[in-house]
């Protein structure tokens, strides 16, 4: 009796296509809704969290941990100031510094940002599980005017080894100097990592320096100023935005740690990567929390939908009850029939929101991956998805009591008297 209860479900079902198919579309956009912030949380987090391993401390000039970490590896947002160059080198000469990595921000290309930095940048710059930065094509610095560009920025612009760079100041697509006086060539292209990385521009501290020693003084129109310009300029920079350093021994990083945020000669903070990220994810939370619980109350709505469709359609179907009480059904049988019929229009909308949010990652993750360097994923099913579709289920199932409830009471008062 069960297999011909579930298969009058099914026709029951088929039979009201166009009231149960608004249903099952709203439970599987809420579905979407749902599992699509829960997607984007947990890619942010994974892509955040990937971005920079291996690195100890990260200094930069005095200002929140949130901000120097976003701006300094992220590239999000802007200095806050700059740090000497004079304060770097005591820096990275202190007890129990294995490497420092120095770099320079705020000059663009086109609107991907450059970065200053030098070789020791590509050899000791990890991300993801301890993962170095490997060529695809080329090499590092081989001298001051070479550029090494990330995956996304050769992929976007169509540059290649050779091919002409000129920097802008400025971080947008409209820049307010251009220096084609100084053009560069690029010497190397990385192979695609997931990060920030891939979309930026990396020049030589040198460079970006001359940038600005030209930017500040105008050409004074002497034929010797190029010569004296290449003299001039054989020297370390004045001034760098962020440090990256590892130690020899995690247990001096503290001490470190202290002895920058104290440092007399100027004010700078030094900030552990790991904790500036919990920082940002308590931050957030708040926000994250918020969407979660919308998300979770649009499903709720759209688990209601299923209780009222079946509500509604019951005065109609007392017929339909009295018959099946007329060929045998017993009570339990039309309680199981309504129980059936709402898993069935939670199952469909379940499966259906499931299908739509993982083909819509599939199709939008590169380009959120270009974008926002957010790792998206491969659209295939997550524990998460399976979850949210049993939970849907068997809510659904239970949104079905109370219609089951009523069509059964309404049942044994009819007996088997047709109600027309």
């Known amino acids: 009796m069960n297999g011909a209860i579930f298969n009058l479900a099914y026709k029951s079902v088929t039979n009201r296509l166009f009231t149960v198919g608004l249903t099952v579309l709203a439970i599987a956009m809420s579905v979407t809704l749902f599992l699509g912030v829960d997607k984007i949380r947990t890619g942010a987090r994974e892509s955040f969290s990937t971005t920079i391993s291996g690195t100890d401390l990260i200094v930069g000039a005095r200002s929140g941990s949130i901000n120097l970490l976003l701006y300094s590896v992220f590239r999000i947002g802007d200095p806050t100031g700059a740090m000497s160059w004079e304060s770097y080198e005591q820096i990275a000469g202190a007890s ?63 540059y290649e080894i050779g091919s002409e760079v000129s920097l802008s100041h400025g971080i947008g697509e409209v820049s307010f100097a251009e220096h084609d006086d100084h053009p560069l060539l690029v010497t190397g292209i990385l192979r695609p990592t997931g990060t920030p990385v891939d979309r930026s521009v990396h020049v030589t501290l040198e460079i970006i320096d001359r940038i600005h020693d030209d930017g500040a003084h ?38 470190l740690q202290r002895q920058v945020n104290t440092y007399p000669e100027e004010a700078l903070s030094a900030i552990i990567p790991g904790v500036a990220l919990m920082q940002l994810w308590e931050v957030v939370g708040a926000g994250e929390a918020a ?31 009295a018959i099946l009480r007329a060929v045998g059904a017993r009570p339990g049988h039309v309680f199981t029939l309504l129980i059936s019929e709402a898993a069935a229009i939670a199952a469909a909308g379940a499966f259906a929101g499931i299908v739509l949010i993982n083909l819509v990652f599939v199709m939008i993750a590169g380009l959120v991956q270009s974008r926002y360097g957010l790792t998206l994923g491969s659209g295939g099913l997550s524990p998460t998805d399976m979850v949210t579709g049993v939970v849907v289920v068997t809510a659904g199932a239970l949104m079905g009591v109370l219609p089951a409830r009523r069509a059964l009471k309404n049942a044994l008062a009819d007996g088997l008297t047709i109600k027309l």
């Open 291 to 321: 969407f979660g619980a919308i998300s979770a109350f649009v499903i709720l709505v759209g688990l209601i939908s299923i209780a009222t469709s079946l509500s509604a359609s019951l005065n109609e179907r007392r017929r339909e009850m």
């Open 218 to 255: 105008d050409d004074d129109g002497h034929e010797e100023d190029g010569h004296e310009d290449a003299d001039h300029h054989q020297h370390e920079p004045e001034q760098i935005t962020a440090v990256f350093i590892g130690m020899e021994q995690p247990t001096l990083v503290l001490r």
């Open 96 to 158: 129990g510094v294995e490497w420092a990595v120095p770099i320079s921000l705020g000059d663009s290309h086109r609107g991907y940002r450059v970065v200053g930095t030098n070789n020791t940048y590509f050899e000791r710059y990890r991300y993801g599980r301890d993962l170095p930065l490997q060529f695809a094509a080329g090499e590092a610095f081989a001298d001051a005017e070479g550029v090494v560009i990330g995956a996304q920025v050769a992929s976007d612009l169509g």
